[in-house]
């Protein structure tokens, strides 16, 4: 198994572009979501999803949008880049139950400028 | 609301001394508590759960409910615990949702 992977490690964007981070996971994981990382912040909610066809919002989805079609991808769409969205993007996905775990892909560093 | 706090942004300690990195959460409910750990250049994993009582790589946590605690402990550190640490609580509404800390980053100086 590959787990969570996330494309591209690194992008640099100019305020107003927008673009997609790709996750992908092949656990067949019901939950995913998305983290942003940021120093002296944490790790953020995002947006996260329960299932396919399934999302909702997580602390700070403004700026954010996601879809889950299958089970196995959850893209994050940034829609007008902002400088204040510069930060380490993760995705992570899991499955439900008592000491379940959260595996976390390798992260997308993203640069706006 | 529920809410974790690790206190310390940065921890400094020497390889062979003992390490403490603090967490405390606020819960109603019965909390579900993890540590992730992430080093430098690879993502980050599960380190521990409370409710395994495991010890991982020489670290214990215990959780306090009466403080409302969940500090990771070792007894010797060494130069590769140097990492970032995040102390996580499950959201009591979610079989899924996770509330980070901001985490603490330790250094084991040689």
């Known amino acids: 198994n590959a787990g969570v992977t996330q494309t591209p490690k690194f992008q640099v964007l100019k305020t107003g572009q927008s673009m997609t981070l790709q996750c992908a996971q092949d656990?067949?994981?019901?939950?995913m979501s998305w983290y942003r990382q940021d120093p002296g912040m944490g790790l953020r909610l995002i947006h996260y999803?329960?299932?396919?066809?399934?999302?909702d919002q997580g602390e700070v989805p403004n700026g954010y949008n996601v879809s889950r079609s299958t089970t196995e991808d959850f893209p994050l769409r940034l829609l007008s880049a902002a400088p204040s969205q510069t930060s380490v993007y993760f995705c992570?996905?899991?499955?439900?139950?008592?000491?379940?775990?959260?595996?976390f892909g390798p992260g997308t560093r993203l640069t706006v400028t | 609301a529920q809410r974790v706090t690790q206190p310390e942004k940065l921890l400094s300690v020497f390889k062979g001394a003992p390490v403490e990195l603090k967490c405390n959460y606020s819960?109603?409910?019965?909390?579900?508590l993890f540590w992730y750990v992430q080093y430098s250049r690879q993502r980050l994993q599960l380190l521990l759960r409370?409710?395994s009582r495991e010890s991982i790589k020489g670290f214990t946590a215990d959780l306090n409910k009466g403080e409302t605690s969940f500090h990771l402990k070792k007894p010797f550190a060494q130069e590769e615990d140097s990492a970032m640490y995040y102390c996580?609580?499950?959201?009591?509404?979610?079989?899924?949702?996770?509330?980070f800390g901001k985490g603490t980053l330790l250094t084991v100086n040689p």
């Open positions: 992570a996905s899991s499955l439900p139950g008592l000491g379940y775990e959260q595996y």
């Open positions: 656990m067949n994981h019901e939950y």
């Open positions: 999803s329960v299932g396919a066809g399934i999302t």
């Open positions: 819960y109603s409910g019965s909390p579900e």
């Open positions: 409370h409710i």
């Open positions: 996580a609580l499950k959201d009591g509404g979610s079989n899924y949702k996770l509330t």
